[in-house]
């Protein structure tokens, strides 16, 4: 099992972030060649991309690299960047299952032979793409999981952003909808105040509460808080361990009927405790009990 709780942006075209992405302990690195390169660096952007690729020691942390769009400097990514190894690309502004065949077909072009096939996140930042999340989720199986773009979709929606965030409620709703649907990870939309620790909590809460299993971030102070949220609660193990136990018991004494204070225990129930249990081992291997 592996655990995405934190992706966090790094500008493809500053060196020395690049070489120190390692030391911040994030779930996954996103080497960024879209929006936080401007277009008349974006070949520099690349080039540095694929040399922190082959030389930077991301330890823990999964590489992934944003790429373009396709119908912009997406295909001359790809074709620079997936033979240097990186683990996922995040395709940007998906809008359909198309695209994600698109981007596969490239990928696979350019692979060399035996490497590890490049898996995919589709962030999902328009309503057409919003509209489109099952059918994207489930065009591939290198695609792991959905991320919602939130400041992008709002703006084609004319809406107004804010920290709250009453105004992505649906688009969240409907994107993990589809995650699960499709059997893979759902990851939020970034907190854009950095400086904002209270409500960076309030907002990961909130998604984890709704089902998403991580966060995208833009700034590496945003980690801990985002782990915290994320990582199973000693309450949460507990619970989940009760419920193992009345399964256990249930099975050795042939009751065809599971309960755990006053509440039936059926198979989502019991996924979702050894979800947390998986989880919570990952976390602390040699304090959580199988």
């Not at 909590?201 to 833009?218: M, N, R, Y």
Request: charged share 25%.
């Amino acid at each position: 099992m592996e655990r995405l709780r934190s992706l966090l942006f790094m500008p493809g075209n500053n060196p020395a972030m690049l070489q120190a992405g390692g030391v911040f302990e994030a779930d996954a690195v996103i080497l960024d060649l879209e929006d936080a390169v401007a277009p008349r660096e974006k070949d520099a952007a690349r080039m540095l991309v694929r040399a922190a690729l082959h030389t930077v020691d991301y330890g823990a942390s999964r590489t992934v690299v944003r790429i373009n769009t396709l119908d912009t400097f997406g295909h001359e990514d790809i074709r620079a960047i997936v033979p240097a190894g990186p683990q996922v690309i995040l395709l940007p502004k998906v809008e359909s299952a198309a695209a994600i065949h698109d981007a596969v077909a490239a990928m696979k072009a350019v692979e060399r032979p035996g490497q590890e096939p490049v898996k995919l996140i589709a962030l999902i930042e328009t309503p057409c793409g919003l509209a489109e999340a099952l059918a994207i989720a489930r065009a591939d199986k290198r695609v792991i999981a959905l991320a919602l773009g939130a400041e992008d979709y709002t703006a084609s929606l004319g809406a107004q952003r804010t920290k709250v965030g009453t105004e992505i409620i649906t688009a969240r709703n409907l994107l993990v909808n589809a995650a699960a649907a499709a059997g893979i990870d759902a990851l939020d939309t970034p907190f854009t105040d950095v400086n904002d620790e209270a409500g960076l909590t309030a907002d990961t809460q909130l998604a984890k509460q709704l089902g998403f299993k991580g966060k995208l971030c833009i700034n590496p102070r945003q980690i801990d808080t985002v782990h915290d949220v994320f990582n199973p609660s000693e309450a949460e193990i507990n619970w989940a361990r009760r419920v193992l136990a009345a399964i256990r018991q249930a099975e050795a004494e042939g009751t065809g009927v599971v309960a755990l204070d006053g509440k039936m225990i059926d198979a989502p129930i019991v996924s979702r405790a050894q979800r947390t249990l998986a989880l919570a081992r990952l976390q602390n291997p040699q304090e959580v009990e199988a």
